[in-house]
């Protein structure tokens, strides 16, 4: 068995999610790559994967193996090309995830300027207001705003956010606009289901409040809209609500009790061990992403 082979087929189905995706990538029958997993796990005496008609998922060690897995072909890459003296572009595949709204206002523009400069590289965009698994997922960078679980991820701090409470000019003419948490439990509430709880708000040091939600949405477009048509209060992060505000469809309240700001990161699972392609893109879209969370901060709409 060439266990770097092997090492390339198991990490080619953790990044396709399926043993066809894997075939279809590495141009084999799927019962080749079947077997030849088959062999792998035999040889380490280990189950891998698990597998049923509907999924695919990683064992722990699977996971372990992975990550393993990963390292050695990142630096068998890295010993080829210094030895062979290729100092050309990074290429291949480049998966990166972020929040939604925050990817396509924030990250993608770095994407667009990162593909122009690297023309051997392809990204995949993963938008979801949710945090997915990177390895399992198969995922070489992310943007995770708030404090990081996860002690083993590689992260650069790019900057932080605001969380911030506004409604709609027509909403605090006819409601008035709270001006304390204890007024905020008497108004209609639009709750944002990936920021905070629909039956209580938390502010940090100044406390929590219980609210009403007249509505929970599970993206930050739709509380926006909503807040702008008048329903209610919303709560959101600055970035999700930086349009409306400049537009005049939105309006801050209750800054004097805003919680502390949340941290924005751009993050990875192997670092220095990374394919080169990965290593590129950290290092150019940070200082973009960074730059672009410091106007946010500096916007006036937020002073």
């Known amino acids: ?13 953790v990044d396709a999610g399926s043993l066809a995706g894997a075939a279809r990538r590495l141009h084999l029958p799927v019962q080749t790559v079947s077997r030849r997993l088959g062999a792998l796990e035999g040889h ?7 597998r049923t008609t509907r999924r695919m998922a990683l064992t722990e060690e699977g996971r372990e193996y992975a990550e393993a897995c990963r390292r050695v072909l990142a630096d068998v890459e890295e010993a080829e090309r210094r030895v062979a003296g290729r100092h050309g572009e990074p290429k291949g595949v480049l998966a990166v995830t972020a929040p939604v709204v925050f990817g396509r ?22 938008l979801l207001d949710r945090v997915i698994d990177l390895v399992e997922e198969g995922i070489d960078a992310a943007i995770r705003i708030g404090p990081l679980p996860d002690s083993s991820l590689v992260a650069t701090r790019l900057g932080e956010l605001r969380r911030v409470v506004c409604a709609s000019p027509a909403y605090i003419e006819k409601r008035g606009a709270p001006i304390s948490l204890t007024d905020l439990g008497g108004h209609d509430c639009i709750t944002f289901a990936g920021l905070t709880s629909p039956a209580r708000w938390s502010f940090g040091e100044a406390g929590s409040i219980a609210v009403r939600s007249r509505l929970v949405v599970t993206t930050a477009e739709a509380a926006v809209d909503a807040a702008v048509a008048g329903l209610g209060v919303t709560r959101l992060l600055s970035y999700q609500v930086e349009a409306a505000l400049v537009a005049g469809q939105l309006r801050l ?6 919680p502390p700001s949340v941290p924005v990161q751009l993050v ?25 969370l ?9 002073a």
Do not use: C, K, Q, W
């Not at 940070?286 to 730059?291: H, Q, T, W, Y």
């Open 44 to 50: 380490l005496g280990a189950r891998l994967l698990t």
């Open 253 to 258: 309240l209750l800054d004097r009790v805003e």
């Open 105 to 126: 206002l924030h990250v993608l523009p770095a994407v667009l300027d990162f593909l122009e400069t690297y023309r051997e590289v392809e990204t995949r965009m993963v």
């Open 294 to 302: 410091a106007a946010l901060s500096a916007n006036p709409v937020f």
């Open 1 to 13: 068995m060439d266990r770097i082979e092997a090492m390339g087929l198991f990490v080619a189905i």
């Open 268 to 292: 990875s699972v192997e670092g220095r061990h990374a394919p080169a392609r990965v290593r590129a893109f950290l290092d150019f879209a940070a200082p973009r992403i960074r730059a672009r």
